[in-house]
C-alpha cells in the first residue's frame, strides 16, 4: 500500500520539527569550545532550516500552523518569553511561503534564504530583548559574538544536512526540486 505524500508529510514534519528542537538545544553544548572565543554564543537553527525548508518546497498549508506551534514548544523548552519564536517562526514561513514563486526550487535558493531567516530571527529576537531590557548587550557587540558565530555555525549545519534533506524531499516526491 503506498502512501500518498501528503499523508507522508502530515506525519514527518511535526516529528522533524520536534527532533529540531531536542537537537537545538543540545548541539551547541557539545559543540567544542575550541572553535568559538569565551565571549562568543552559538545558536542551533536546526528547527528554522526544517520550517525555511519546508516552506519553501512543500505546498502544505499546514507549515505556518507547525512553525507557530513548534515555535512555543521551542520556547516552553529554552525557558524565553512565550510568543517571541512563535511569531517570528510564523512570520518566517509566510514569508517564504509567499516569495518562494519568485525563485528556483534549488538547495544554494533554499540555503540563502535560510541565512537571512537566521539573521532576522536572532536580531528581532535581540531587539525584543533588548527593548524589554533582558539584555544590555551591544549592537556591535551581538553581532560579532552570537549573530556572527550563529551563521558560521548554521551555514555548515546546513550544508551537513543537504543530503539527508534531500533524501527526505526525494522520499515525500520532490525528486525534481533538489538540483544543486
Known amino acids: 500500500m503506498k ?5 507522508k508529510a502530515r506525519w514527518l514534519i511535526p516529528l522533524l520539527l520536534f527532533i529540531g528542537i531536542i537537537v537545538d538545544a543540545a548541539l551547541p553544548a557539545i559543540f567544542p569550545g575550541a572553535f ?3 565571549s562568543q554564543i552559538i545558536i542551533s537553527h536546526l528547527t528554522l532550516f526544517y520550517i525555511v525548508t519546508f516552506s519553501f518546497y512543500l505546498r502544505d498549508t499546514h507549515i505556518l500552523f507547525y512553525a507557530f506551534i513548534f515555535g512555543l514548544v521551542y520556547e516552553s523548552y529554552i525557558g524565553t518569553v512565550l510568543g517571541v ?3 517570528i517562526y510564523l512570520l ?3 514569508f517564504v ?3 518562494r514563486k519568485y525563485f528556483p526550487k534549488k538547495a544554494f535558493v533554499n540555503f540563502m534564504l535560510f541565512v537571512v531567516a537566521v539573521s532576522l530571527v536572532d536580531f528581532f529576537v535581540y531587539v525584543f530583548y533588548f527593548e524589554l531590557g533582558f539584555t544590555n548587550v551591544y549592537l556591535t557587540t551581538f553581532l560579532v559574538n552570537r549573530l556572527g558565530p550563529t551563521l558560521i555555525f548554521n551555514v555548515v549545519l546546513a550544508f551537513l544536512l543537504y543530503l539527508p534533506t534531500k533524501q527526505i ?3 515525500l516526491g520532490f525528486d525534481e526540486y ?3
Open 3 to 7: 502512501i500518498s505524500r501528503d499523508r
Open 178 to 180: 533538489i538540483i544543486f
Open 85 to 87: 519564536y512563535a511569531t
Open 36 to 38: 568559538i572565543g569565551s
Open 92 to 94: 518566517i514561513a509566510y
Open 169 to 171: 524531499l526525494s522520499w
Open 97 to 99: 511561503i509567499k516569495i
